[in-house]
């Protein structure tokens, strides 16, 4: 017999999470969260936690708000699920540092140029003051931009904090549950298929990252989503040698409360494959020894590799698909899903439960792709 739930989330990675915990927040009841693996097994804990709109954004316009947004969103979630979920996420509010080429760094500049003029707060560093802000790095930069409101977040700890909140909040949470179809009642989606149950739902969110491109065809929709794997390498250190995230070419370090290096990251389009690969190391450790020369000699710890969700046109698709009544997909957030997962899910919320939708999603409708 068919099991019920008023709400399935598919995927609980931060997407997936962050809608559970908002619509148990605004007094849903009956909300089930599926996942195939474990609760933030994927992307979502693979990642390195930076909320980076200024350091990573290509220029002006919705992508930027919505990312400027989801960083404001934090300031007021992070207390939220200190609170709540007794967990710290490490929301740090340090800045994030961009280092230049010593023979000039073009792009960077016109960054530099207009986020000024869009009134973010971006600064110039000669190479002396960035020899002072971090000692440990490498002498031989151009200076660096420091964007001082790009912040970052223990992901791990994020993700335990929603899914605990959420539970806190009556949400259910299954594990090991892989959702292989769908059920119909005429044109309407009316539940889920996993291989040994049914469940009937009132509404259905798929949040399932780098997989959705899967989901979609069980639905007969193409999804335009694909995996980009991203390697990281992990080294638990005595002394921290930086205190800041740092951009460099090819990529970047980042620091943790913990002791804990990361070094990220490649974008690679090779399918499901989460390999660690000899040349995905060899790029990480050729990056971390052109910042930190220091390091040479230091063991790393480990290295993992997370998919990405990349849409087409590299934006998220956030929304109800049409012709499937209460059938919302929440995906595609490529390297910012940590920054805009959270914020993502409020939103999705707002729109199940009819409040007014507090930033403007239509840039990243799944209409665009005609869903
Ligand atoms: C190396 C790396 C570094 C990154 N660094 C950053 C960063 O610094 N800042 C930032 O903002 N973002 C970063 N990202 C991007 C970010 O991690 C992702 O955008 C984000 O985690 C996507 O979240 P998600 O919930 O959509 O996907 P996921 O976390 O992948 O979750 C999807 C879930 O769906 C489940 N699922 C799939 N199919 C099914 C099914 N059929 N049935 C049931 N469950 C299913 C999966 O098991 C999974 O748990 C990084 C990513 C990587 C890989």
């Given at each position: 017999?068919?099991?019920?739930?008023?709400?399935?989330?598919?995927?609980a990675?931060?997407?997936?999470?962050?809608?559970?915990y908002?619509?148990a927040?605004?007094?849903?009841?009956?909300?089930?969260v599926l996942?195939?693996?474990?609760?933030?097994?994927?992307?979502s804990?693979?990642?390195?936690?930076?909320?980076?709109?200024?350091?990573?954004?290509?220029g002006p316009g919705?992508?930027?708000?919505f990312?400027?947004?989801?960083?404001r969103?934090?300031?007021?979630?992070?207390?939220?699920?200190?609170?709540?979920?007794?967990?710290d996420?490490?929301?740090?509010?340090?800045?994030?540092?961009h280092?230049?080429?010593?023979?000039?760094?073009?792009a960077?500049e016109?960054?530099?140029?207009?986020?000024?003029e869009?009134?973010?707060?971006?600064?110039?560093?000669?190479?002396?003051?960035v020899?002072?802000?971090e000692p440990?790095?490498?002498?031989?930069?151009?200076?660096a931009?420091?964007?001082?409101?790009?912040?970052?977040v223990n992901?791990?700890?994020?993700?335990?904090?929603?899914a605990?909140?959420?539970?806190?909040?009556?949400?259910?949470?299954?594990?090991?549950?892989?959702?292989?179809?769908?059920?119909?009642?005429?044109?309407?989606?009316?539940?889920?298929r996993?291989?040994?149950e049914?469940?009937?739902a009132?509404?259905?969110?798929?949040?399932?990252?780098?997989w959705?491109?899967?989901?979609?065809v069980?639905?007969?929709?193409?999804?335009?989503?694909?995996?980009?794997?991203?390697?990281?390498?992990?080294?638990?250190?005595?002394?921290?040698?930086?205190?800041h995230?740092?951009?460099?070419?090819?990529g970047?370090v980042?620091?943790?409360?913990?002791?804990?290096?990361?070094?990220?990251?490649?974008?690679?389009y090779?399918?499901?494959d989460?390999?660690v690969?000899?040349?995905?190391?060899?790029?990480?450790?050729?990056?971390?020894?052109?910042?930190?020369?220091g390091?040479a000699?230091?063991?790393?710890t480990?290295?993992?590799a997370?998919?990405?969700?990349?849409?087409?046109?590299?934006?998220?698709l956030?929304?109800?698909?049409?012709?499937l009544?209460r059938?919302?997909?929440?995906?595609?957030?490529?390297?910012?899903?940590?920054?805009?997962?959270?914020l993502?899910?409020?939103l999705?919320?707002e729109m199940?439960?009819?409040?007014?939708v507090?930033?403007?999603?239509?840039?990243?409708?799944?209409?665009?792709?005609?869903?």
């Amino acid at each position: 017999m068919a099991k019920t739930a008023d709400i399935i989330i598919v995927g609980a990675g931060v997407v997936g999470c962050s809608v559970a915990y908002h619509l148990a927040r605004m007094g849903v009841k009956g909300i089930l969260v599926l996942d195939r693996g474990q609760i933030g097994g994927e992307a979502s804990t693979a990642a390195a936690g930076m909320l980076a709109p200024q350091c990573e954004a290509p220029g002006p316009g919705p992508f930027l708000d919505f990312c400027l947004a989801a960083r404001r969103y934090y300031e007021r979630l992070a207390p939220e699920l200190k609170e709540i979920a007794r967990t710290d996420i490490e929301y740090l509010d340090w800045g994030i540092l961009h280092l230049l080429d010593e023979e000039g760094d073009e792009a960077a500049e016109g960054r530099y140029r207009w986020q000024r003029e869009l009134g973010l707060t971006v600064e110039r560093l000669t190479p002396e003051e960035v020899f002072k802000l971090e000692p440990g790095l490498t002498k031989e930069v151009g200076g660096a931009l420091f964007f001082p409101d790009d912040h970052h977040v223990n992901n791990a700890e994020l993700i335990c904090a929603l899914a605990q909140a959420a539970r806190s909040h009556g949400v259910r949470i299954v594990e090991g549950c892989t959702v292989s179809g769908f059920i119909y009642d005429g044109d309407k989606v009316a539940g889920i298929r996993t291989p040994d149950e049914i469940f009937t739902a009132g509404y259905i969110v798929l949040c399932t990252g780098a997989w959705s491109w899967q989901l979609g065809v069980l639905l007969g929709r193409r999804i335009p989503v694909e995996p980009a794997r991203g390697q990281i390498l992990y080294a638990e250190l005595p002394e921290l040698p930086v205190r800041h995230p740092v951009w460099g070419k090819g990529g970047y370090v980042v620091p943790r409360l913990n002791g804990g290096l990361i070094v990220g990251s490649t974008v690679e389009y090779v399918g499901f494959d989460k390999s660690v690969t000899l040349d995905g190391i060899r790029r990480l450790s050729e990056l971390t020894l052109a910042l930190l020369p220091g390091l040479a000699e230091q063991p790393f710890t480990r290295a993992w590799a997370g998919l990405r969700p990349h849409a087409k046109d590299g934006l998220p698709l956030i929304g109800p698909l049409q012709g499937l009544d209460r059938l919302y997909i929440a995906t595609g957030h490529f390297r910012n899903g940590i920054l805009l997962g959270p914020l993502t899910g409020r939103l999705v919320a707002e729109m199940i439960v009819g409040e007014p939708v507090s930033f403007p999603l239509d840039a990243f409708s799944p209409g665009r792709f005609g869903l």
